[in-house]
C-alpha cells in the first residue's frame, strides 16, 4: 500500500502565497508522475499542475505563471509553490501520484490520491 500524506494548506488573503506538500510512503518501487488536482462542491475535479519523473511539467492555464510544481524524489514528495492567490483558486487540493509497487510478487503501476487539504483565498 501506498500512504500519500499532505500538509500546507490553510486560509490565506488574496495576492498571498501558500506551499503545499505531498509525501508518498510505502511499498513504493518506483513514482511515474505526481500531480496536484483541486475540486470545489458541485464540480469536477480538475488538473492544477503535474510533474512527470523527469521533471517535465503541466499546468491549467488559469494557474500558469502562478504556480510551480517541484518533486523531491528521493524523499518521494512533490510540492506545489501557490503564489499571487485568487479567490477562485479557494478549493480542495488532492495530490495525485502514480506508483509502481511491488504487489503478490509482481511490479504494478496504481494510481493514489491523498486526503484533500483545504485552501481557502479570501477576497
Known amino acids: 500500500q501506498v500512504q500519500l500524506v499532505e500538509s500546507g494548506g490553510g486560509l490565506v488573503q488574496a495576492g498571498g502565497s501558500l506551499r503545499l506538500s505531498c509525501a508518498a510512503s510505502g511499498s513504493i518501487f518506483s513514482i511515474n508522475a505526481m500531480g496536484w488536482y483541486r475540486q470545489v462542491p458541485g464540480k469536477q475535479r480538475e488538473l492544477v499542475a503535474a510533474?512527470?519523473?523527469?521533471?517535465?511539467?503541466n499546468y491549467a492555464d488559469s494557474v500558469k505563471g502562478r504556480f510551480t510544481i517541484s518533486r523531491d524524489n528521493a524523499k518521494n514528495t512533490v510540492y506545489l509553490q501557490m503564489i499571487s492567490l485568487k479567490f477562485e483558486d479557494t478549493a480542495v487540493h488532492y495530490c495525485?501520484?502514480?506508483?509502481?509497487?511491488?504487489?503478490?510478487?509482481?511490479?504494478?503501476?496504481?494510481?493514489?490520491w491523498g486526503q484533500g487539504t483545504q485552501v481557502t483565498v479570501s477576497s
Open positions: 495525485n501520484v502514480e506508483a509502481q509497487v511491488l504487489r503478490f510478487a509482481t511490479i504494478q503501476t496504481h494510481s493514489y
Open positions: 510533474i512527470t519523473s523527469d521533471g517535465s511539467t
